[in-house]
């Protein structure tokens, strides 16, 4: 029996060609079909337009101007949100993030990210005067920021017991809040992850980044999920931990 070497070659050259091209292939369709996923997880109408509209936490005085500045919570949530996004959109804003009391009225039509609550981000108190009163899910500061929520697990108010940093931790709560933009007469959604404190508005960011498949599992378009998160002594956060969550029907603009 005779071999041939050149037809030897060419068949293995083609067996690995087409190996390459079996992987390639492969490759390409888990990006496809995790772009597909983390679409669904955003549900964007106009992913160009998008805005992540962060808090103020003051402002410094460069010599020339005011520049407002923001906490590391902020910046840290921002992280963990946006690769989520980069993966499923292609034409995302070079200013994608700006700060909430620098956005104009143009800026918050179409979709919006409001990173933070209504104490420090001017766009997520805006949002709390425009929900109806007996809307099940609510955010006040009075003393303190609360958290108002009638769900599942029952009527809650939420004031965290985990504050600023050098104090002995303890535990904080945040919520996820996806609603159609109720600042905009298209098809825009508002998607708040905010916060008693710094760390709950962390933990909101975390839940929806780290678990995808939990948020997109809600069949309304409209939701909101509830979450803590345990912070020891060292004011170190671990969690998040799911507590409860709502389907909503849209708010009236």
């Given at each position: 029996?005779?071999?041939?070497?050149?037809?030897?070659?060419?068949?293995?050259?083609?067996?690995?060609?087409v190996?390459?091209?079996?992987?390639?292939?492969?490759?390409?369709?888990?990006?496809?079909?995790?772009?597909?996923?983390?679409?669904?997880?955003?549900r964007?109408?106009?992913?160009d337009?998008?805005?992540?509209?962060?808090?103020?936490?003051?402002?410094?005085?460069?010599?020339?101007?005011?520049?407002?500045?923001?906490?590391?919570?902020?910046?840290?949530?921002v992280?963990?949100?946006?690769?989520?996004?980069?993966?499923?959109?292609r034409?995302?804003?070079?200013?994608?993030?700006?700060?909430?009391?620098?956005c104009?009225?143009?800026?918050?039509?179409?979709?919006?990210?409001?990173?933070g609550?209504?104490?420090?981000?001017?766009?997520?108190?805006?949002?709390?005067?425009?929900?109806?009163?007996?809307?099940?899910?609510?955010?006040?500061?009075?003393?303190?920021?609360?958290?108002?929520?009638?769900?599942?697990?029952?009527?809650?108010?939420?004031?965290?017991?985990a504050?600023?940093?050098?104090?002995?931790?303890?535990?904080?709560y945040?919520?996820?809040?996806?609603?159609?933009?109720?600042?905009?007469?298209?098809?825009?959604?508002?998607?708040?992850?905010?916060g008693?404190?710094?760390?709950?508005?962390?933990?909101?960011?975390?839940?929806?980044?780290?678990?995808?498949?939990?948020?997109?599992?809600?069949?309304?378009?409209s939701?909101?999920?509830?979450?803590?998160?345990?912070?020891?002594?060292?004011?170190?956060?671990?969690?998040?931990?799911k507590?409860?969550?709502?389907?909503?029907?849209?708010?009236?603009?």
């Open positions: 029996m005779t071999i041939d070497v050149d037809d030897l070659v060419a068949g293995q050259l083609l067996g690995m060609l190996g390459a091209l079996v992987a390639l292939g492969g490759v390409a369709w888990k990006r496809m079909r995790d772009r597909r996923g983390e679409r669904g997880l955003w964007l109408g106009r992913s337009r998008l805005v992540i509209a962060i808090s103020d936490s003051g402002t410094s005085d460069t010599g020339t101007y005011l520049r407002p500045m923001t906490g590391l919570g902020q910046v840290t949530s992280g963990l949100l946006t690769p989520t996004l980069a993966r499923a959109y034409n995302l804003p070079t200013n994608l993030v700006r700060f909430a009391s620098e104009r009225d143009d800026d918050v039509l179409g979709d919006l990210v409001i990173l609550g209504p104490k420090a981000n001017r766009l997520a108190a805006r949002l709390f005067e425009r929900l109806p009163d007996d809307f099940p899910v609510q955010m006040t500061v009075t003393d303190r920021t609360r958290i108002h929520w009638n769900g599942p697990a029952g009527a809650l108010e939420l004031p965290g017991d504050v600023a940093p050098g104090t002995s931790g303890g535990k904080d945040g919520i996820i809040l996806r609603l159609r933009n109720v600042f905009d007469g298209q098809d825009g959604t508002i998607t708040l992850f905010a008693v404190h710094t760390y709950g508005t962390l933990a909101a960011a975390s839940y929806f980044a780290n678990s995808p498949k939990d948020v997109m599992a809600h069949e309304s378009r939701f909101a999920i509830l979450v803590s998160i345990d912070v020891d002594e060292g004011n170190r956060p671990f969690g998040p931990t507590l409860d969550t709502l389907e909503l029907n849209d708010v009236p603009r």
